[in-house]
């Protein structure tokens, strides 16, 4: 029996190894098959096919491994990175192989104004290069048409037309529901415009909210109006926007047809016809489809036109999204995620300057300033630090620009919103409906506090009120010392209130205008280098072998990355009607945050004016940042 149990083990052991061994060779096998995976075919000359199915985005949200198994991934809203498109542009300008662009607008939903500047600057260098951008969609919105008046051509369906609306829109008041329902939200902030507490507070915005979030809408408007100006001169949209809902009752009138009349848009035809343009500029795809331009697909000529480099000159690390506490995946802003990477890289020693890209609306004080100190750390190594602004550097995000020795944004940037606040829902007017009660001992008076049930005692109301004040004074010192400000200066001008770049500018946040690619030649000009032959290295999380793996070999893996030729037609109609649920969803979101987030944040409302619905720019639901962990 011993012989038998031993033969026994000895059998089981083998097949363990076995079985180890097969599997050790099957992931194997799949990652070599993975990189040994040719470079994208570039066709050898066309037209660069610029399909925006989706949202620009500075950093695509990373879609997690079990999403990418379960096939959730697919559901995901598209995003496209804003640099591809830019670095596509950009190299179309001098590339003998594209001989047009060809501009499909019909799936896009949207962009911040600062990323609709960078492309359009793109756009221009496209045509200033002497090559034709041809542009289509169904239907024009403000961001998509921004974009089309860059265009050599733009083009509209004859069942189309274009819809201006201009930024601004409704946001969502609780405090009705909320007496309602007997909940009592109590609210400690710093900052007259820190308005982000009133939906909990108010039934409709205060006049100092009204004030500050007519100024953004305003600015913002006329930044837009002046984009048009530049890329369309001859265009009336200031009489098209006028005259649009009384002109288009007029007996035989169209949207498609008033918009041409208007000098908006220079064609009106199919996407067929849109096409056989394109034949006529870079040739047909084949004989079997005379009606298909030789398209250079946007996602082959980005891979062909890599600019990240191992050992680059100047590093680029990006900032986006929601910053929080812990590691975060791309599109939101870990704190244990990026300053661990700027620290690794430095300790590397390659780098000779460094780019700190911020698209945020802050989060996180706590995250915010682990950033900030591995900045000042690379700072200390006297290397050059300069802070790129794209459409939202605000809150946190303006918190992580103050360690650059140079901040450049867009006119357009959302910028600023210093302030504070903390909001404690309680139930206490819930639990006397129902007839519910609570009593309990303490030991403190801090015992048990905050009380979810009575609201905070005395104490800890003066004890969160002095931790917001504390915050607020760290936020305006750093403020001070790196703007160069006195605290009473940056005390009158943050109060909690936001500004676009050409405000804040002129306030001294800001030192100068600029996009992603004007940061980059300041920082090799700080370093000593020449901005023309530096070399880039984006610092970016590290992905696993399982997602490297599920990145190259299922479909929704790399957001933006692939065309997708099944997108909806966006008429004028359908992106009207879609902004009411999503911004009822926002809404819903909104409120779920606060009631499960910490008790301390900072919020910027405005923020949420330039967060793209359906094609353009409208207030919505605010977005919820955490702040601190403090009193959670």
Partial sequence: MNIIRWVWRILMGVKNILVLLFLLLFFGTLYAMLHAIPSPVVPSAGALLVELNGTIVEQPAAASPAALLSGTADGMAQEIRLRDVVLALKAAATDPRVKAVALDLDGFLGAQPAALAEITTALDSVRGAGKPVIAFATGYADDSYRLAAHASESWVDPMG???????????????????????????????????????????EASPEAKQAAQAMVDGLWQNWLGAIHTGRPKARVPDYVRDLATVVRTPGSDMATLARRYQLIDRIGTRTEWNRRLVELAGAQDDAHPDQFKAIELANWVAANNETH???????????????????????????????????????????????????????????????????????????????????????????????????????????????????????????????????VKTTPLSGEPDLYHGPSPEMAAIIQTGVEDIYRRFIGLVSQSRHLTPSRVDQIAQGRVWTG???????????????????????????????????????????????????????????????????????????????????????????????????????????????????????????????????
Avoid at 313 to 319: D, K, P
Avoid at 558 to 574: C, K, L
């Fill in 502 to 632: 050409a405000s804040a500018r002129q306030l001294g946040l800001v030192d100068r205008f600029g996009t992603l690619d004007d940061a980059i030649a300041a920082a090799a000009t700080a370093a000593k280098l020449d901005p023309k032959t530096v070399q880039l290295n984006f610092i970016q999380p590290h992905r696993s072998f399982i997602e490297d793996l599920l990145a190259g070999t299922l479909p929704g893996a790399e957001q933006g990355a692939r065309v997708n030729r099944t997108a909806a037609r966006n008429d004028p109609w359908t992106r009207l009607a879609r902004r009411p649920s999503m911004l009822l969803a926002r809404a819903t979101q909104d409120a779920q945050l606060v009631l499960n987030g910490p008790a301390m944040q900072v919020r910027c409302l405005e923020c949420a004016m330039i967060t793209p619905v359906g094609g353009t720019t409208m207030a919505s639901g605010a977005m919820l940042l955490s702040l601190s962990q403090l009193a959670r």
């Fill in 161 to 203: 037309g274009v819809v201006i609306t201009g930024p601004g829109g409704q946001q969502l008041y609780y405090r009705g529901l909320m007496d309602k329902l007997g909940i009592e939200a109590r609210v400690f902030r710093v900052g007259t415009y820190k308005a982000a507490v009133e939906p909990f507070t108010r039934t």
């Fill in 310 to 440: 191992d050992h680059g000159e100047i590093g680029i690390v990006t900032v986006a999204g929601n910053i929080v506490d812990g590691e975060a995946r791309p599109g939101t802003a870990g704190g244990d995620t990026i300053a661990p990477m700027i620290r690794e890289a430095i300790a590397k020693g390659h780098l000779k300057a460094l780019v700190v890209r911020i698209d945020s609306p802050g989060g996180s004080v706590l995250a915010s300033e682990q950033i900030r100190r591995a900045v000042i750390e690379a700072k200390e190594q006297k290397i050059p630090i300069i802070a790129s602004m794209g459409g939202v550097a605000a809150s946190g995000g303006y918190w992580v620009a103050t360690a650059a020795d140079q901040i450049i944004a867009d006119p357009g940037t959302i910028t600023g919103s210093i302030g504070v606040f903390g909001i404690f829902p309680t139930f206490e007017g819930a639990m006397a409906k129902l007839g519910l009660h609570a009593d309990g």
